[in-house]
């Protein structure tokens, strides 16, 4: 598994074993999000950036991106609502969505 990290309060990985939180945020629960897409597809890459954006205030978050394409239950699940950011089993936000969301969605889990 491969971390990028985009910023300092984002870590970008593939899907797999979770980054330990950072010694900072063990107050926090960490959140971890998925963003479910596929390569080329140019929303999922608008969605991505929109997501990197409004969760750089955040310490406490991971971010997962699965590419829907390497597995056949996730395309019948996904393919026409892509990009689908969800968090946990609880919540999703199904493309078109905003930062404002994003930030709700955040928010919720605090």
Not at 73 to 96: D, F, R
């Amino acid at each position: 598994m491969e971390v990028f990290k985009l910023n300092e309060n984002l870590k970008f990985t593939g899907e797999g074993n979770l980054p330990l939180p950072h010694c900072y945020d063990w107050h926090k629960r960490m959140i971890q999000l998925k963003l479910y897409g596929t390569e080329g597809c140019h929303l999922c890459d608008q969605a991505f950036e929109l997501v990197s954006q409004a969760t750089q205030p955040y310490a406490n978050i991971t971010l997962h991106y699965i590419d829907i394409i390497e597995d056949e239950e996730l395309m019948n699940a996904y393919s026409l609502k892509i990009p689908v950011l969800t968090m946990g089993n609880k919540a999703s936000l199904s493309w078109p969505f905003s930062a404002g969301e994003i930030t709700k969605l955040i928010e919720s889990a605090q």
